[in-house]
């Protein structure tokens, strides 16, 4: 299965959340940046790396991640091929 990889529609600003998610985001550029809640301001665009990488850790943390923008994951693309 690939890395599941959240594509963001729209400009967003993340927000603390109290569970912590550790959140690896891979910008247009291509540098790796990890981040640990709060998240720098993220562009049109960017994607972002979910860490643990399986659809039960999307699922049971989508709420919280639908706080941040996340509109939805593009499963078949993965930045390490």
């Known amino acids: 299965m690939s890395q599941p990889l959240v594509v963001l529609e729209d400009l967003l600003w993340a927000k603390t959340q109290p569970n912590g998610l550790l959140i690896n985001m891979y910008s247009r ?15 049109q665009g960017d994607r972002m790396l979910i ?17 941040l923008g996340v509109q939805g994951i593009d499963w078949d693309y993965c930045p390490y091929c």
């Open 51 to 67: 860490t643990p990488h399986n659809p039960k850790f999307y699922a049971a943390n989508q709420d919280a991640l639908a706080t």
């Open 29 to 43: 550029n291509g540098m790796h940046v990890v981040h640990r809640l709060p998240l720098a301001p993220l562009c």
